[in-house]
């Protein structure tokens, strides 16, 4: 079944006092012309139109159970207080 899209107009807003939630059975998707925005207090994820992902925290935690990989086509660099290796 194909998804129809309403138009809304030029522009909509949506307040929830306390709680929202939303339950999807198999594909959400999300698309924006410039960008996605997400803060929770001090974190935030920002997804821009020309690729660019932004994400900021006081800590960040990525966690696999079995492997993470990381390509670039550029230049990968760690900046810290300290680099730690195992």
Sequence with gaps: MAATR????????????????????????IEAGDEVVIVVGQSSIVMKKDGTIVIKGRDIIIEAADKVTVNASGDIRLKGSRVLQN
């Design 6 to 29: 309403a138009p809304i107009g030029r522009n909509r807003s949506e307040r929830v006092a306390l709680s929202h939630a939303l339950a999807v059975g198999k594909s959400l998707q």
